[in-house]
T-cell receptor, first 112, second 113 residues
Framework: DARVTQTPRDKVTEMGQEVTMRCQPI?????VFWYRQTMMQGLELLAY????????DSGMPKDRFSAEMPDATLATLKIQPSEPRDSAVYFC??????????FGEGSRLTVL | GDSVTQMEGPVTLSEEAFLTINCTYT??????LFWYVQYPGEGLQLLLK?????DKGSNKGFEATYRKETTSFHLEKGSVQVSDSAVYFC????????????FGAGTRLFVKA
Protein backbone atom coordinates (compact mmCIF):
# COMPACT_ATOMS: atom_id res chain seq x y z
CA ASP A 1 0.00 0.00 0.00
CA ALA A 2 1.78 3.15 -1.22
CA ARG A 3 1.99 5.95 1.30
CA VAL A 4 3.97 9.04 2.19
CA THR A 5 6.36 8.45 5.07
CA GLN A 6 7.48 11.21 7.40
CA THR A 7 10.08 11.21 10.16
CA PRO A 8 10.23 11.99 12.99
CA ARG A 9 6.62 11.64 14.12
CA ASP A 10 7.30 13.71 17.22
CA LYS A 11 10.17 16.03 18.04
CA VAL A 12 10.74 18.09 21.16
CA THR A 13 13.69 20.44 21.05
CA GLU A 14 14.99 23.58 22.64
CA MET A 15 15.02 26.99 21.09
CA GLY A 16 18.04 27.55 18.90
CA GLN A 17 18.50 23.92 17.93
CA GLU A 18 18.47 22.68 14.36
CA VAL A 19 15.53 20.52 13.31
CA THR A 20 15.39 18.37 10.19
CA MET A 21 12.21 16.68 9.03
CA ARG A 22 12.25 14.07 6.30
CA CYS A 23 9.70 12.83 3.84
CA GLN A 24 9.62 9.90 1.47
CA PRO A 25 7.03 10.62 -1.24
CA ILE A 26 5.06 7.93 -3.03
CA UNK A 27 7.12 6.33 -5.78
CA UNK A 28 6.27 7.88 -9.13
CA UNK A 29 4.78 11.08 -7.74
CA UNK A 30 6.46 14.14 -9.21
CA UNK A 31 5.12 16.86 -6.93
CA VAL A 32 6.00 17.24 -3.24
CA PHE A 33 4.55 19.76 -0.82
CA TRP A 34 5.39 20.90 2.71
CA TYR A 35 2.54 22.28 4.82
CA ARG A 36 2.46 23.56 8.37
CA GLN A 37 -0.67 23.20 10.49
CA THR A 38 -1.46 25.20 13.61
CA MET A 39 -4.69 25.98 15.40
CA MET A 40 -4.32 29.69 14.71
CA GLN A 41 -3.18 29.67 11.08
CA GLY A 42 -4.68 26.46 9.81
CA LEU A 43 -2.87 24.74 6.94
CA GLU A 44 -0.12 26.89 5.42
CA LEU A 45 1.80 25.99 2.28
CA LEU A 46 5.51 26.38 2.96
CA ALA A 47 7.09 25.07 -0.24
CA TYR A 48 6.56 22.71 -3.12
CA UNK A 49 8.62 20.91 -5.70
CA UNK A 50 7.94 19.46 -9.11
CA UNK A 51 10.37 16.92 -10.49
CA UNK A 52 12.64 17.86 -7.55
CA UNK A 53 12.84 21.51 -8.64
CA UNK A 54 11.51 24.09 -6.17
CA UNK A 55 8.51 25.89 -7.70
CA UNK A 56 7.36 28.04 -4.83
CA ASP A 57 8.74 28.60 -1.35
CA SER A 58 7.15 31.98 -0.77
CA GLY A 59 5.31 30.70 2.31
CA MET A 60 8.51 29.83 4.09
CA PRO A 61 10.51 32.15 6.39
CA LYS A 62 13.72 32.25 4.38
CA ASP A 63 16.00 33.28 7.18
CA ARG A 64 15.57 30.05 9.13
CA PHE A 65 13.76 27.53 6.94
CA SER A 66 15.10 25.60 3.99
CA ALA A 67 13.58 22.84 1.87
CA GLU A 68 15.36 20.51 -0.51
CA MET A 69 14.90 17.34 -2.53
CA PRO A 70 18.31 15.71 -2.77
CA ASP A 71 16.75 12.85 -4.74
CA ALA A 72 13.35 11.64 -5.90
CA THR A 73 12.82 9.54 -2.77
CA LEU A 74 13.65 12.17 -0.16
CA ALA A 75 12.45 15.65 0.69
CA THR A 76 13.78 17.56 3.68
CA LEU A 77 12.62 20.58 5.65
CA LYS A 78 15.18 22.16 7.92
CA ILE A 79 14.75 24.83 10.57
CA GLN A 80 17.87 26.52 11.91
CA PRO A 81 17.68 28.00 14.49
CA SER A 82 14.29 26.83 15.75
CA GLU A 83 12.00 29.11 17.75
CA PRO A 84 8.95 28.41 19.95
CA ARG A 85 6.66 29.92 17.28
CA ASP A 86 7.74 27.10 14.94
CA SER A 87 5.84 24.61 17.11
CA ALA A 88 3.29 22.98 14.80
CA VAL A 89 2.53 19.84 12.86
CA TYR A 90 4.43 19.71 9.58
CA PHE A 91 2.92 17.67 6.77
CA CYS A 92 4.49 16.39 3.62
CA UNK A 93 2.25 15.49 0.70
CA UNK A 94 2.98 14.09 -2.73
CA UNK A 95 0.94 14.00 -5.91
CA UNK A 96 0.95 13.04 -9.55
CA UNK A 97 -0.61 14.72 -12.56
CA UNK A 98 -4.23 14.52 -11.46
CA UNK A 99 -3.90 17.12 -8.72
CA UNK A 100 -4.77 14.77 -5.85
CA UNK A 101 -2.51 14.91 -2.83
CA UNK A 102 -1.48 12.09 -0.53
CA PHE A 103 -0.43 13.19 2.93
CA GLY A 104 1.95 11.70 5.44
CA GLU A 105 0.96 11.41 9.08
CA GLY A 106 2.86 14.55 9.98
CA SER A 107 5.77 15.53 12.20
CA ARG A 108 4.72 17.21 15.44
CA LEU A 109 7.35 19.74 16.46
CA THR A 110 7.52 21.32 19.89
CA VAL A 111 10.15 23.99 20.46
CA LEU A 112 10.66 24.89 24.12
CA GLY B 1 -4.45 35.27 -5.75
CA ASP B 2 -6.33 32.03 -5.39
CA SER B 3 -8.25 31.47 -2.18
CA VAL B 4 -10.78 29.14 -0.56
CA THR B 5 -13.32 30.18 2.05
CA GLN B 6 -15.17 27.68 4.21
CA MET B 7 -17.90 28.10 6.77
CA GLU B 8 -16.56 28.38 10.28
CA GLY B 9 -17.00 25.54 12.69
CA PRO B 10 -17.43 23.69 14.75
CA VAL B 11 -20.55 22.13 13.34
CA THR B 12 -22.37 19.88 15.80
CA LEU B 13 -25.05 17.49 14.56
CA SER B 14 -26.95 14.51 15.84
CA GLU B 15 -26.51 11.17 14.15
CA GLU B 16 -28.58 10.81 10.95
CA ALA B 17 -28.87 14.58 10.49
CA PHE B 18 -28.24 16.27 7.14
CA LEU B 19 -24.86 17.90 6.68
CA THR B 20 -23.88 20.91 4.59
CA ILE B 21 -20.47 22.55 4.78
CA ASN B 22 -20.20 25.60 2.55
CA CYS B 23 -17.15 26.31 0.43
CA THR B 24 -16.52 29.11 -2.04
CA TYR B 25 -13.40 29.85 -4.02
CA THR B 26 -11.61 32.58 -5.92
CA UNK B 27 -9.35 31.55 -8.77
CA UNK B 28 -8.52 32.42 -12.34
CA UNK B 29 -9.20 29.88 -15.02
CA UNK B 30 -10.67 26.48 -14.25
CA UNK B 31 -9.31 24.95 -11.08
CA UNK B 32 -10.01 21.44 -9.88
CA LEU B 33 -11.84 21.30 -6.56
CA PHE B 34 -11.40 18.84 -3.72
CA TRP B 35 -12.66 17.92 -0.28
CA TYR B 36 -10.19 16.36 2.13
CA VAL B 37 -10.92 14.90 5.57
CA GLN B 38 -8.62 14.78 8.58
CA TYR B 39 -9.24 12.40 11.47
CA PRO B 40 -7.54 13.03 14.83
CA GLY B 41 -3.81 12.40 14.78
CA GLU B 42 -3.72 11.72 11.04
CA GLY B 43 -2.85 13.51 7.84
CA LEU B 44 -5.44 14.71 5.37
CA GLN B 45 -6.95 12.22 2.98
CA LEU B 46 -8.87 12.83 -0.21
CA LEU B 47 -12.63 12.52 0.17
CA LEU B 48 -13.87 13.56 -3.28
CA LYS B 49 -13.05 15.77 -6.21
CA UNK B 50 -14.49 17.51 -9.29
CA UNK B 51 -12.44 18.74 -12.19
CA UNK B 52 -14.87 20.83 -14.25
CA UNK B 53 -18.06 22.83 -13.98
CA UNK B 54 -21.21 20.85 -13.09
CA ASP B 55 -19.19 17.77 -12.15
CA LYS B 56 -20.39 16.03 -9.01
CA GLY B 57 -17.86 14.30 -6.82
CA SER B 58 -19.07 11.61 -4.43
CA ASN B 59 -17.63 9.15 -1.94
CA LYS B 60 -18.82 7.41 1.24
CA GLY B 61 -22.21 9.13 1.03
CA PHE B 62 -20.68 12.60 0.69
CA GLU B 63 -21.34 14.71 -2.41
CA ALA B 64 -20.27 18.07 -3.78
CA THR B 65 -21.09 19.78 -7.09
CA TYR B 66 -18.73 22.16 -8.89
CA ARG B 67 -20.77 25.35 -9.44
CA LYS B 68 -18.83 27.80 -11.56
CA GLU B 69 -21.61 30.41 -11.64
CA THR B 70 -21.53 30.71 -7.85
CA THR B 71 -17.85 29.65 -7.44
CA SER B 72 -18.94 27.11 -4.87
CA PHE B 73 -18.31 23.48 -3.96
CA HIS B 74 -20.50 22.75 -0.95
CA LEU B 75 -20.12 19.39 0.81
CA GLU B 76 -23.30 17.47 1.67
CA LYS B 77 -24.27 14.20 3.28
CA GLY B 78 -27.79 13.00 3.81
CA SER B 79 -27.27 11.14 7.09
CA VAL B 80 -24.14 11.62 9.17
CA GLN B 81 -22.66 9.06 11.52
CA VAL B 82 -20.55 9.44 14.65
CA SER B 83 -17.61 8.13 12.62
CA ASP B 84 -17.86 11.18 10.33
CA SER B 85 -16.58 13.40 13.14
CA ALA B 86 -13.45 14.99 11.71
CA VAL B 87 -12.12 18.19 10.16
CA TYR B 88 -13.11 18.80 6.53
CA PHE B 89 -10.99 20.90 4.18
CA CYS B 90 -12.05 22.36 0.85
CA UNK B 91 -9.19 22.87 -1.62
CA UNK B 92 -8.47 24.00 -5.14
CA UNK B 93 -5.68 23.12 -7.51
CA UNK B 94 -4.51 24.76 -10.68
CA UNK B 95 -1.88 23.43 -12.97
CA UNK B 96 0.64 26.24 -12.80
CA UNK B 97 3.46 24.05 -14.04
CA UNK B 98 2.87 22.07 -10.89
CA UNK B 99 -0.41 21.39 -9.08
CA UNK B 100 -0.27 24.04 -6.38
CA UNK B 101 -3.02 23.27 -3.87
CA UNK B 102 -4.65 25.91 -1.73
CA PHE B 103 -6.72 24.83 1.29
CA GLY B 104 -9.53 26.46 3.18
CA ALA B 105 -9.30 26.89 6.95
CA GLY B 106 -11.09 23.62 7.67
CA THR B 107 -14.44 22.94 9.35
CA ARG B 108 -14.61 20.72 12.38
CA LEU B 109 -17.64 18.41 12.52
CA PHE B 110 -18.88 16.76 15.71
CA VAL B 111 -21.59 14.12 15.39
CA LYS B 112 -23.40 13.09 18.59
CA ALA B 113 -24.91 9.64 19.07
Amino acid sequence: DARVTQTPRDKVTEMGQEVTMRCQPILGHNTVFWYRQTMMQGLELLAYFRNRAPLDDSGMPKDRFSAEMPDATLATLKIQPSEPRDSAVYFCASGGDRGELFFGEGSRLTVL
Amino acid sequence: GDSVTQMEGPVTLSEEAFLTINCTYTATGYPSLFWYVQYPGEGLQLLLKATKADDKGSNKGFEATYRKETTSFHLEKGSVQVSDSAVYFCALTRNTGGFKTIFGAGTRLFVKA
